[in-house]
């Protein structure tokens, strides 16, 4: 069985996905591999343009929800980058690192924002 938090946290996402406006859901998936460990994995569509790609891995450590890694990316409708968040350790100059923050021309300093931010 789930653990209450990471089940509590994936239905308060799959709940504010419900009411965006004009979002097609392309893929949803809630990888389960331990009562305590999930890989989520969304793939939205905006407007019928704009493509977010979500891929979290979460797992329940000193009984809070925590992040082994993440990946928030939003294009247009050309197929460009408007932005990504993710924490790959590729910029160990940054003071955030290994979060970070992708714009068109630049990486920046950025710790992870929330998920339902991104959403919204």
Same mark, same amino acid.
């Given at each position: 069985?789930?653990?209450?938090?990471?089940?509590? $946290?994936?239905?308060?996402?799959?709940?504010?996905?419900?009411? =965006?406006?004009?979002?097609?859901?392309?893929? $949803? *998936? +809630?990888?389960?591999?331990?009562?305590?460990?999930?890989?989520?994995?969304?793939?939205?569509?905006?407007? *019928?343009? %704009? =493509?977010?790609?979500?891929? +979290?891995?979460?797992?329940? &450590?000193?009984? *809070?929800?925590? !992040? =082994?890694?993440?990946? $928030? %990316? /939003? *294009?247009?409708? +050309?197929? &460009?980058?408007? !932005?990504? $968040?993710?924490?790959?350790?590729?910029?160990?100059?940054?003071?955030? /690192?290994?979060?970070?923050? %992708?714009?068109?021309? +630049?990486?920046?300093?950025?710790? &992870?924002?929330?998920?339902?931010?991104?959403?919204?």
């Amino acid at each position: 069985m789930l653990h209450n938090l990471l089940s509590d $946290y994936l239905n308060q996402i799959e709940q504010r996905i419900i009411f =965006l406006q004009n979002t097609y859901v392309e893929r $949803y *998936q +809630e990888e389960i591999l331990t009562s305590k460990r999930v890989n989520l994995r969304i793939r939205l569509r905006l407007n *019928q343009t %704009h =493509l977010l790609e979500i891929n +979290e891995a979460i797992i329940i &450590k000193d009984n *809070q929800v925590k !992040f =082994l890694d993440y990946r $928030y %990316h /939003f *294009q247009d409708e +050309e197929n &460009k980058l408007v !932005f990504r $968040y993710d924490s790959t350790p590729h910029f160990p100059n940054l003071s955030t /690192f290994p979060h970070h923050k %992708h714009l068109p021309n +630049e990486v920046i300093s950025s710790q &992870k924002p929330d998920i339902i931010q991104v959403l919204t």
